[in-house]
Nanobody, 122 residues
Framework: QVQLMESGGGLVQPGSSLRLSCETS????????IGWFRQAPGKEREGVSC????????YYGDSVKGRFTFSRDNAKTTLYLQMNSLKPEDTAIYYC???????????????WGQGTQVTVSS
């Protein structure tokens, strides 16, 4: 059974950093494309970052490019989203999700974590 669990969210000031974790179980990361998404109140869900299972290419949304970094541990069970230079507009619930699609583009996302709240405010 595919399971994902996010952690690491919190309340931080603008300009600060946070590292989110996505712990996975029930599947091999080599077999799944993984994405980070976020949803702010009253807004549509937004893709933040994604790694293709087929070739390991990582994509970033334009709003986070240069500030966020997607990585995973050597044991290949936990993924991370390092978020630097946080802005108030980064405030949202952040989710990780998994799909068997080989590519991020056009993927249907069936498995989701419960989300972790990130609030950036002074």
């Amino acid at each position: 059974q595919v399971q994902l669990m996010e952690s690491g969210g919190g309340l931080v000031q603008p300009g600060s950093s946070l590292r989110l974790s996505c712990e996975t179980s029930g599947f091999s990361l080599d077999d799944y494309t993984i994405g980070w998404f976020r949803q702010a109140p009253g807004k549509e869900r937004e893709g933040v970052s994604c790694i293709n299972r087929s070739d390991g290419i990582i994509y970033y949304g334009d709003s986070v490019k240069g500030r966020f970094t997607f990585s995973r541990d050597n044991a290949k069970t936990t993924l991370y989203l390092q978020m630097n230079s946080l802005k108030p507009e980064d405030t949202a619930i952040y989710y990780c999700a998994a799909t068997t699609s080989p590519f991020c583009q056009g993927a249907h996302w069936y498995d989701w974590g419960q989300g972790t709240q990130v609030t950036v405010s002074s």
